[in-house]
């Protein structure tokens, strides 16, 4: 990959527009509303585009391309086309009561509708959350930007582009707040349509003209097949003959990343959750001039969520036919120190060698079955050596050296595809697997694990930019602006949403109740530095394949510990409006203990592994079941009426109504034609 001249100016021009319209476009803000809210001014067009920017970021563009990439295939697309459906919901089924109430941030309704402790226990759940979703994103993006830099030749550290991704974007928070990042999102939102397209564009065209065979990968089994390509087939052609059986929305019941079921209930509960009652992303709606306009703007990103797997999604997908051994050798990294800790723990293996600083013919003829840990004394040492082999997996003497071994650790994989691509060790791996269990058992001490990948998913984004696009036009250099666009706007967005909590709903709430609009303000903007810092510093740690394999997956089981609860207690507070205070305390309670509960029980083998979003679901219901039992007990003996606190129209916008309702049908259409059923035809 080369990054010409022309494409260093697009992107410097790219980088530049974007900052300077939305620093422009935010002048003059006086007050927290300017500052928070937009002065509640946002037209629906922005708000649309918005919507989609803070929320199409390295979560979806590293981590759903990534997750298309392994067995999940289409699927994942899930995340995105019952968005569609929950986006129209929340326009006409939550929105009017939040612009009713005049509420500058989600918990702050909680006081609304319950008491003060409610609304402090979200607000200070959210702000923990949202530590770790900064994290997320900077690390995602810092990881494609690596990837990226690896295929040039050059070697940027995680830290080092989260430095960069970070202060871009607090800089224009900072300044600006939520109008800065309304106007920055409107470039960033329509540049990353259109550079997702020019990039899946640019997949279909190498998939089709590539003559060597491609991979795949079985849903079902997780197994890898090597496929001969046809001559003279379309690149949809092959495509459909690579990938048909990936593009099934419906995966296994027993699947951990999105099984079938999990479609009835568990996807619907985060998808609520983070498009109706997420501050970051509800915080552009609040900021509505009016009803209409924010129904608008919502269904506006509704039918725009109907696009972005098949730009996103799909060249995931084709990332994995035409670099998998690029993948596989990313993968060599992460694994290296687990083989390593399983060789000090199995000192019996037959299956691993450490060798110190072997000799590239060594590593090129290494034989299949058998691993190497090569332990070079620095990175300098270790990058010499340019031969790949998945069996040889390179690592830094300092690290080797520090590696510590728990008593009891068992070693196995969540990729499906690790059994088939090293079965040798997988079988060892059962017996030593077996023999440790059970002495931990007879020990009464609780088993930890270490975690192989066969593929490093997540770095199929980079691979399609550093191998597919045309080089020296300043596509490039487009491409790669809209792709650190999404990243700025995404973590702008959840910068200036954690600002705003901390602000409204902690310091002004309970330390400083009189606070200048002065003084929210310049609290607000030294939040925004201060969880820049945040994002920096936990981005490389989030790496750890310990933590998971795919970024996507970390982000969204994190926030079980809180969306069912939230979801649960907003909806019920709605529908029930004699259910008393205390009920709102103890549902957001209930749900953060049963959740926790839960995943510590399946964590350390002592109750069942519930895959998260069924985890989700269980959590709400019986989050809803207490709500329940306490109203029952002890009701109100008036109804909560939600009176109006706010100068903006409340009219409901019948236009919007409508292109709701086409875009549910459209969304019900996709599932047919992309199920087992539609399929077959």
């Known amino acids: 990959?080369?990054?010409?001249?022309?494409?260093?100016?697009?992107?410097?021009?790219?980088?530049?527009?974007?900052?300077?319209?939305?620093?422009?476009?935010?002048?003059?803000?006086?007050?927290?509303?300017?500052?928070?809210?937009?002065?509640?001014?946002?037209?629906?067009?922005?708000?649309?585009?918005?919507?989609?920017?803070?929320?199409?970021s390295s979560e979806q563009l590293v981590g759903m391309s990534g997750n298309a990439a392994s067995h999940v295939g289409l699927a994942i697309a899930s995340y995105e086309w019952m968005a569609a459906i929950t986006l129209v919901i929340v326009a006409f089924g939550f929105l009017p009561y939040f612009l009713r109430a005049g509420i500058t941030t989600m918990p702050e309704f909680l006081e609304y509708r319950y008491n003060a402790a409610a609304r402090t226990i979200m607000a200070i759940a959210t702000l923990f959350i949202y530590m770790l979703l900064l994290g997320s994103v900077t690390y995602s993006g810092a990881l494609t930007v690596t990837t990226m830099a690896d295929k040039m030749g050059h070697d940027i550290s995680i830290l080092n582009a989260s430095v960069v991704i970070g202060i871009i974007a607090m800089v224009y928070v900072t300044a600006g707040g939520l109008k800065a990042c309304a106007w920055a999102d409107l470039i960033q939102g329509s540049a990353l349509i259109i550079g997702s397209s020019v990039v899946m564009y640019f997949a279909f065209k190498m998939l089709g003209s590539v003559e060597e065979a491609a991979k795949v990968v079985d849903v079902a089994t997780g197994e890898v097949r090597t496929i001969p390509l046809a001559e003279g087939m379309s690149s949809i052609d092959r495509f459909w003959e690579l990938n048909r059986v990936r593009m099934n929305m419906f995966l296994p019941a027993n699947d951990k990343v999105l099984p079938w079921t999990a479609l009835l209930l568990g996807l619907w509960i985060p998808n609520f959750y983070y498009w109706g009652l997420n501050q970051y992303i509800t915080q552009r709606t609040l900021g509505s001039a009016s009803l209409a306009e924010g129904q608008k703007g919502i269904v506006f990103s509704a039918f725009m969520k109907l696009i972005i797997p098949f730009v996103v999604v799909i060249p995931g997908i084709i990332a994995f036919n035409l670099f998998a051994k690029d993948m596989q050798d990313q993968a060599v990294y992460d694994n290296a120190p687990v083989i390593a800790s399983y060789q000090k723990a199995n000192a019996n293996t037959q299956l691993v060698d450490i060798i110190q600083a072997p000799t590239e013919d060594a590593i090129t003829g290494w034989q299949r079955g058998k691993f190497m840990v090569a332990v070079y004394p620095d990175k300098v040492a270790m990058k010499a050596v340019k031969a790949r082999n998945p069996y040889v997996l390179p690592m830094i003497q300092e690290k080797f050296d520090a590696l510590e071994i728990k008593d009891y650790t068992v070693f196995e994989s969540d990729d499906k595809s690790w059994k088939t691509v090293f079965p040798e060790l997988e079988v060892e791996l059962a017996t030593y697997n077996q023999s440790v269990t059970e002495a931990a058992s007879a020990a009464n001490a609780t088993v930890s694990s270490e975690k192989f990948i066969a593929y490093k998913y997540d770095t199929a984004l980079g691979q399609l930019l550093s191998n597919v696009l045309p080089q020296k036009t300043g596509i490039v250099g487009f491409v790669l602006a809209a792709l650190l666009g999404a990243i700025v706007s995404s973590l702008a967005a959840m910068l200036n949403a954690a600002s705003t909590i901390f602000t409204m709903d902690i310091f002004q709430k309970y330390m400083n109740p009189k606070a200048s609009q002065k003084t929210i303000v310049g609290l607000g903007r030294i939040c925004v530095v201060l969880f820049s810092f945040v994002a920096i510093y936990l981005a490389p740690k989030l790496g750890d394949p310990k933590i998971s394999n795919s970024i996507f997956t970390i982000i969204q089981e994190a926030q079980g510990l809180i969306s069912p609860g939230i979801l649960a207690v907003f909806v019920f507070g709605l529908i029930f409006r004699k259910a008393p205070p205390i009920a709102g305390v103890i549902g957001l309670l209930t749900n953060?203990?049963?959740?926790?509960?839960?995943?510590?029980?399946?964590?350390?083998?002592?109750?069942?592994?519930?895959?998260?979003?069924?985890?989700?679901?269980?959590?709400?219901?019986?989050?809803?079941?207490?709500?329940?039992?306490?109203?029952?007990?002890?009701?109100?003996?008036?109804?909560?009426?939600f009176k109006a606190n706010t100068s903006i129209k409340l009219e409901t916008s019948k236009g919007a109504r409508l292109a709701g309702i086409v875009v549910i049908v459209i969304t019900l259409i996709l599932y047919v034609l992309f199920s087992p059923i539609g399929l077959a035809k």
């Open 1 to 56: 990959m080369v990054f010409g001249a022309l494409d260093i100016i697009v992107f410097i021009a790219f980088v530049g527009c974007v900052v300077g319209l939305g620093l422009y476009k935010s002048k003059g803000e006086k007050t927290g509303e300017d500052f928070f809210l937009a002065g509640r001014g946002l037209k629906w067009w922005l708000i649309g585009f918005s919507l989609i920017a803070a929320n199409i």
């Open 592 to 641: 953060i203990v049963s959740y926790g509960g839960m995943y510590l029980l399946g964590r350390f083998k002592i109750g069942p592994e519930i895959q998260f979003l069924n985890r989700m679901a269980i959590c709400f219901a019986l989050c809803l079941v207490v709500m329940w039992v306490i109203t029952l007990v002890k009701p109100l003996a008036q109804p909560i009426e």
